[in-house]
């Protein structure tokens, strides 16, 4: 979902420009519009970022939880010599 986002402002930042080039008549309006949707674009980029390193931490921390999880399940069944 955030890939098409960020895609799609990319493209759209691109084709507001390309617009811009062709029509000299609406090039107030349409770089208005550039501005806008390039700075959406970065933003949308930045977004991606974080959300992927989010998912990378998110990851990290299960995989931790697990096995702590794990580490505790086996140590219920150690002798209590073993424990300490």
């Known amino acids: 979902m955030t890939n098409a986002i960020v895609t799609g402002g990319?493209?759209?930042a691109n084709v507001v420009a390309v617009a811009s080039a062709a029509v000299s008549e609406l090039n107030p309006l349409l770089e208005f519009i550039q501005n806008g949707a390039s700075v959406g674009a970065?933003?949308?980029i930045f977004l991606w970022r974080e959300v992927k390193r989010s998912e990378r931490y998110e990851k990290l921390y299960?995989?931790?939880r697990r096995k702590?999880?794990?580490e505790s399940q086996r140590c219920k069944d150690c002798p209590e010599k073993m424990k300490q």
């Open 10 to 12: 990319v493209v759209a």
């Open 42 to 44: 970065l933003m949308a």
């Open 62 to 64: 299960d995989e931790e």
């Open 68 to 70: 702590r999880v794990e």
